[in-house]
């Protein structure tokens, strides 16, 4: 039985809330309630509890304090808390501490219930992934698998066992980064680090600890032959340490299910497809994927999405007011990502009061997202030529260069995994074909300069002479040397 403690300075909302939720029957037990934030702490201290309920106003030390000390002291523990509807921005805030939940007031039985349980999965999944750990064989491999996994678990305090699996290499290691992807994946062997691929119940993944930085031109070739092979996967930042492997993991998952989401095969990075990245949680599931397909600019995604929304309201039948809240706040979230031409003589606030009142809320909202729809799509439409324009000509002037996805996309202003879709669906190649064939064709103008080979890699951005020769074949179907002689003999 998990244990949790409910902390608020309004005496009534403890008496409210140790009656109207049925503890024992989600297999919680209430071990105890404190009325101000100092008591809270000494509460929380003494008895552990899994599951933390915490009004974000109260005296002594107000709920944010409390979360960041007890996630601070025990960052396994799972907090909801409680917000009124002016508290928004509060509520953004503990939501970047790590609240698992938070539930605004009013609080209504459904609502805690709600909260309530996503949190038990949340905790039931960890705890499936630990047992899941601990059946790892103990042979060399797979303990070294069992230190990764425990490194994604625990983070810091794991990273003695990690070292002593991983051995002398461990020293070398400069970042971490963790990739995950629905279908089974091999990173390539490399120099410049050591992968360990793992698997959950539903994510195949592959913890990559680096030995030294990788070019940003790694990570596009990585893209191209993982969309080639039709695979999504999701990567997570590179932290600079072992222990980042742990927020790693979370943003992998995180950029796959964007990935998913936008039917994007190849790689998409954390936070480029959310303006939010450090956010997770804010809105559901089903809201977040409203957000997404309104960023991806499709009229048609989101009115699926939106529909999937009001079937779910409709299913779980939750409190009115909570789904007028939930509504205006993926409203002006929606307003906000699509930025440009905002109508700022609309008031959603108040017309989603009287669409309730004359009993077409579901029907205000669909229009309200449909429109938004349509402004986004005429704003990519307007701006797709320009930018893909733009991002052409950037890599004509720096094809000699390892120039980046990344790089050309901030020039143009675009998300990465977005000008890699655009790039592909406006010109038919992909970001990294388009580069090296801009860079081909510089070098063959150099080469009927008579230039030598060596200094031709040179200078269309490739390090090593070899892998320039490779590319140059497998484009034109004849050596670097075989071109320039050729073309000598016939002029």
């Known amino acids: 039985m998990w244990k949790a403690v409910v902390c608020d300075d309004e005496y009534i909302v403890l008496e409210a809330l140790g009656m109207m939720v049925d503890w024992e029957g989600l297999g919680i037990e209430l071990a105890g309630t404190a009325g101000d934030g100092v008591s809270a702490l000494e509460l929380i201290r003494r008895v552990k509890p899994d599951i933390v309920l915490t009004d974000i106003r109260m005296p002594g030390l107000d709920g944010l304090q409390l979360i960041e000390t007890v996630l601070a002291e025990a960052p396994e523990t799972h907090c909801i808390v409680f917000s009124g509807f002016n508290e928004f921005e509060y509520v953004k805030r503990a939501i970047r501490l790590g609240v698992a939940d938070y539930v605004e007031k009013p609080i209504t039985e459904t609502a805690i219930e709600r909260a309530l349980r996503k949190v038990i999965g949340q905790i039931e999944r960890e705890t499936a992934i630990r047992s899941m750990e601990r059946r790892l064989h ?13 490194l994604l678990l625990f983070g810091k305090e794991a990273e003695p066992g990690w070292r002593e699996q991983f051995g002398p290499d461990g020293d070398r290691v400069t970042g971490v980064t963790v990739l995950a992807a629905a279908e089974s994946f091999r990173l390539p062997e490399h120099p410049a680090y050591r992968a360990v691929h793992l698997r959950d119940d539903k994510h195949h993944l592959a913890v990559m600890f680096h030995f030294m930085d990788l070019p940003p031109a790694h990570w596009d070739s990585l893209a191209d032959e993982l969309d080639g092979a039709g695979v999504a996967v999701g990567i997570g930042r590179t932290h600079s340490s072992p222990e980042g492997a742990q927020p790693g993991w979370r943003e992998a998952v995180r950029a796959l299910k964007a990935a998913k989401l936008l039917n994007i095969r190849g790689a998409v990075r954390f936070g480029e497809m959310d303006s939010r990245p450090d956010n997770p949680g804010l809105l559901s599931a089903r809201e977040e994927a409203i957000l997404l397909a309104l960023r991806a600019g499709s009229r048609a995604m989101v009115s699926a999405e939106v529909e999937r929304f009001l079937r779910e309201i409709q299913e779980l039948k939750p409190d009115p007011d909570a789904v007028e809240s939930e509504m205006l706040k993926i409203i002006y979230a ?12 609309a008031k959603p606030h108040i017309e989603i009061a009287e669409a309730a009142a004359e009993g077409r809320l579901a029907e205000w909202f669909r229009d309200r997202l449909e429109r938004l729809a349509e402004r986004e799509t005429a704003n990519r439409e307007r701006d797709k030529h320009t930018a893909i324009e733009e991002a052409k000509q950037y890599v004509a002037h720096n094809a000699f260069r390892d120039v980046s996805l990344q790089e050309t996309a901030a020039h143009v202003g675009l998300h990465p995994a977005y000008l890699s879709v655009l790039f592909k669906e406006t010109t038919g190649e992909t970001f990294i074909q388009y580069l090296t064939r801009n860079r081909v064709e510089l070098a063959k103008s150099l080469l009927r300069e008579g230039m030598k080979i060596s200094e031709v890699s040179d200078r269309v951005g490739y390090m090593n002479p070899r892998h320039f020769g490779e590319v140059f074949k497998r484009y034109t179907g004849v050596t670097p040397g075989q071109y320039r002689d050729s073309w000598h003999q016939s002029s």
């Open 334 to 345: 929606a307003e906000e990502a699509v930025g440009k031409e905002r109508d700022r003589s």
């Open 138 to 150: 103990d042979n060399g491999e797979a303990l070294l698998g069992k230190a990764v996994w425990e």
